[in-house]
C-alpha cells in the first residue's frame, strides 16, 4: 500500500510541475538547482601544438568560424604566450592570408586576437607586434599597391600603434604617408560637422565585404560585441563580478574614412570602466582594416553609433537604456 501511495505522489508531482526532491541525511535538497562546478582544463606545451596543428587544418579545410572557435574557447594565444609557442600564431596568421585575402573578417579577427596577446605579454612583444604589421603592409602592397585603400588603412593602423607606444619619428613617417592620400585622416571632426545617426547603409566593423544591408548590420553588432570582450582588460576579477548583470552603453563617430572618434560613454556601471572602454574604442583605430564608413544617397558620410555591451546573459534582459536610442 505504501508503494502505491508513494507513487501515487511521484506522479502527482509530474503532473503539477513540481521540482524533485533529493534526500541527503536528514536534509532534502532542490537537485535542479544545485549547481556543478565549473571545472578549468590547463593545458600543457605539447597539447597547445596539436591545437595550433588542429586549427591550420580546420583553415586549409576553409572551416573558418571553426578554428576562431578553437582559438577563442581555451584562449590560444595566451598558452602561446605563456608556452613560447607565438611563432604558431605567426604561422595561422599566414595559413589564413594564403586562403582568405588580408581584407576579411576571418584574417582580421585571428590578426587582432594575436596583436592583443602579443601587446599584453610583459614586456609587450615589439618584435613580433612589428613582424605582424609587416606581413599585412607586404601583403597588400604586393596585391593593391601602395596607392590602395587597403594598404593606405594599414599604414594608419601602424601609425596609431606608433603613436601609443610613444615611437615619435615613425609616427611622423607614416603620417605623411598617410596625409598625400588620406588629407584628413588625423583632423578630428569638428563640432559643427554634419553626423548622421540613420544611413542608407550603416557602417560596418572591418572586414565586412559583402553581404545584405540587414546581414552588414547584424554582422557589426555581433562582432564589435566580440572584440570589446576580447580587448577588455579588467582591473580584478572583483570588478567583472560586480558588472556581470550591468550593462555598458558606447558612443563613437566612424567618420568617411572609417576612423573612430569621439568616444563617449552614455552608461557607465563602474568608472573603473571608462578609460579602459575609450582604450579599447580608440585601438580600433590600430586594427589593420578601418571600419566601412556609412553611405547616405550614395555618398560616404559621418555616423555616429551607440552599442549596448552586455556582460552576461541576464543582463540583456535589463532596462537600463531606451531601444530607440541605438542604431537598430
Known sequence: MKTYIL???????????CKPIHKVGNTATDITEKKMPVVQIEYDSAQIEHIFADCESLVKAKKYYKALHLIDSISLFEYATKFHQQEHVLQLILAIEKEQSTLNSTYIDVW?????AFNNAVPIDTSRI?????????SRKQKFGVESDAYISALFGKSNYYKRVG???????????????WQYAYVE??????ISMIADKQAAFPGFLDGSTANQWDNTKKRFATYFHQTIRYSSSALEDTIREDVLVLEFIINDYGIVWSPKMKRVPHLELVDESVRVI????????????????NEKVNQRLIFPIYFSEASKSSNYFLPGLLNN
Open 130 to 138: 612589428e613582424r605582424i604589421w609587416e606581413n599585412v603592409l607586404e
Open 189 to 194: 571632426l569638428k563640432p559643427e560637422a554634419d
Open 167 to 181: 615611437k615619435a619619428a615613425d609616427y611622423d613617417r607614416l603620417k605623411k604617408q598617410v596625409e598625400k592620400y
Open 7 to 17: 507513487l501515487f505522489c511521484f506522479c502527482l508531482c509530474l503532473v503539477v510541475g
Open 112 to 116: 587582432h586576437r594575436a596583436y592583443v
Open 282 to 297: 580608440q585601438l580600433m583605430n590600430e586594427l589593420p582594416s578601418r571600419w566601412k564608413p556609412a553611405i547616405q544617397k
